[in-house]
């Protein structure tokens, strides 16, 4: 059984030893990259003054053409370069904690010859978690959970087939579900602490909380060798030297 406390300390030991600007860097890239777009689009949609512009006989008809493509381009930048950088900035975390990486680990899926693969495994997980939301709120919150090692397992093995990483992070979250909750949970103190710098206190905190999920991934993937969910060709490891 693993401990909240374990987990962290392992992931502040790593900061220390491999130093926290750099892991910092690759969050603030990979945070920019992946959601950027997508936050810009609601602020836009969000800003009364737009609403106001709809009434408007000329700009309204524009704005109701360029607002829906820029949820289009939205969503398709998330599906096709904000997840694959997710991915990405797991294998960062999961090689920095061996030996130290290199901020290029971000764009590792662009460049693993499993790039589709990827983009079609974080769609499925993405589509399964939204359906069962819609049939409620606590369904589609344990799904979230349940697949939640998915990110991971296809930074470790790119290639791994859609239908078998899911399984896998089911398998894997067996029974610790509720523990990842808490593990999260326990970051509440962090990010309510962050809302008092104006939110800039939580591009200090994500390099932490991704340190140590590192840690929980590590966990969890040696729970599947111990009890034969998977093995070494399945999940080989995390080496800075791999591409």
Same mark, same amino acid.
């Given at each position: 059984?693993?401990? !909240?406390?374990?987990?962290?300390? !392992?992931?502040?030991?790593? @900061?220390?030893?491999?130093? *926290?600007?750099?892991?910092?860097?690759?969050?603030?890239?990979?945070?920019? /990259?992946?959601?950027?777009?997508?936050?810009?689009?609601? /602020?836009?949609?969000?800003?009364?003054?737009?609403?106001? @512009?709809?009434?408007? $006989?000329?700009?309204?008809?524009?704005?109701?053409?360029?607002?829906?493509?820029?949820?289009?381009?939205? +969503?398709?930048?998330?599906? *096709?370069?904000?997840?694959?950088?997710?991915?990405?900035?797991?294998?960062?975390?999961?090689?920095?904690?061996?030996?130290?990486?290199?901020?290029?680990?971000?764009?590792?899926?662009?460049?693993?010859? !499993?790039?589709? !693969?990827?983009? #079609?495994?974080?769609?499925?997980?993405?589509?399964?978690?939204? @359906?069962?939301?819609?049939?409620?709120?606590?369904?589609?919150? /344990? #799904?979230?959970?349940?697949?939640?090692?998915?990110?991971?397992?296809?930074?470790?093995?790119?290639?791994?087939?859609?239908?078998?990483? +899911?399984?896998?992070?089911?398998? =894997?979250?067996?029974?610790? #579900?509720?523990?990842?909750?808490? @593990? $999260?949970?326990?970051? &509440?103190?962090? &990010?309510? +602490?962050?809302?008092?710098?104006?939110?800039?206190?939580?591009?200090?905190? =994500?390099?932490?909380?991704?340190?140590? &999920?590192?840690?929980?991934?590590?966990?969890?993937?040696?729970?599947?060798?111990?009890?034969?969910?998977?093995?070494?060709?399945?999940?080989?490891?995390?080496?800075?030297?791999?591409?």
């Amino acid at each position: 059984m693993w401990e !909240n406390s374990e987990l962290k300390q !392992n992931a502040k030991a790593v @900061l220390k030893r491999f130093g *926290f600007w750099l892991p910092f860097a690759v969050t603030l890239v990979a945070g920019i /990259i992946s959601s950027d777009i997508g936050e810009l689009f609601s /602020i836009i949609t969000e800003n009364p003054e737009i609403a106001k @512009l709809y009434e408007n $006989e000329y700009i309204g008809p524009v704005l109701s053409v360029i607002l829906p493509s820029l949820a289009l381009v939205s +969503l398709v930048w998330g599906i *096709f370069v904000g997840d694959p950088i997710i991915v990405g900035q797991n294998r960062f975390f999961m090689e920095h904690r061996i030996s130290g990486s290199k901020l290029e680990k971000l764009f590792f899926v662009f460049k693993s010859g !499993n790039y589709f !693969n990827v983009v #079609k495994t974080m769609f499925l997980m993405s589509i399964k978690i939204i @359906l069962w939301s819609f049939v409620f709120i606590i369904p589609g919150i /344990i #799904k979230t959970y349940q697949y939640s090692m998915v990110p991971y397992i296809l930074a470790e093995n790119p290639g791994i087939e859609p239908k078998r990483a +899911l399984e896998l992070s089911k398998e =894997m979250t067996s029974g610790e #579900k509720f523990n990842i909750f808490l @593990l $999260e949970l326990s970051f &509440f103190g962090w &990010f309510l +602490l962050s809302a008092f710098t104006c939110g800039i206190g939580i591009f200090f905190v =994500m390099p932490y909380l991704n340190a140590t &999920f590192a840690e929980l991934y590590q966990v969890m993937r040696e729970k599947a060798h111990s009890q034969n969910l998977s093995d070494f060709n399945e999940l080989p490891g995390f080496f800075p030297e791999q591409e």
